[in-house]
């Protein structure tokens, strides 16, 4: 059964998929992607946000490559396919319609 912190983590990858998929080039790094968490009150530190990103790209929705220390993630065709509600994540909230 979820609970509050699933349904929280499942809303919060979500947000991170959006922002990727409006970004031209479907990639952002770790610190930007915590800024736009932010500003939709997910107000979590570094570590937190780096294990959203490492469940994403288990579930296939982003791959993580690395600029020294820095996470970058890039959206992968499951990912965007699932912002654009043609497939279903399991593990990810699914959007909303408009």
Same mark, same amino acid.
């Given at each position: 059964?979820? &609970?509050?912190? &699933?349904?929280? /983590? #499942?809303?919060?990858?979500?947000?991170?998929?959006?922002? @990727?998929?409006?970004? /031209?080039? %479907? *990639?952002? /790094?770790? *610190?930007?992607? +915590?800024?736009?968490?932010?500003? $939709?009150? $997910? %107000? +979590?530190?570094?570590?937190? !946000?780096?294990?959203? @990103?490492?469940?994403?790209? &288990?579930?296939?929705? =982003?791959? =993580? *490559?690395?600029?020294? *220390?820095? $996470? =970058?993630?890039?959206?992968?065709?499951?990912? +965007? &396919?699932?912002?654009?509600?043609?497939?279903?994540?399991?593990? =990810?909230? !699914?959007?909303?319609? #408009?």
């Amino acid at each position: 059964m979820k &609970d509050y912190k &699933d349904d929280y /983590n #499942e809303d919060a990858r979500l947000t991170i998929l959006i922002e @990727l998929a409006e970004e /031209n080039s %479907r *990639t952002l /790094n770790e *610190t930007a992607l +915590r800024r736009a968490l932010k500003v $939709f009150g $997910f %107000r +979590r530190d570094r570590n937190w !946000v780096r294990e959203q @990103l490492k469940v994403m790209e &288990d579930l296939g929705a =982003i791959t =993580i *490559t690395r600029a020294g *220390t820095v $996470f =970058i993630a890039v959206l992968t065709r499951a990912g +965007r &396919d699932h912002v654009e509600q043609d497939v279903v994540i399991e593990g =990810i909230t !699914v959007p909303s319609e #408009e």
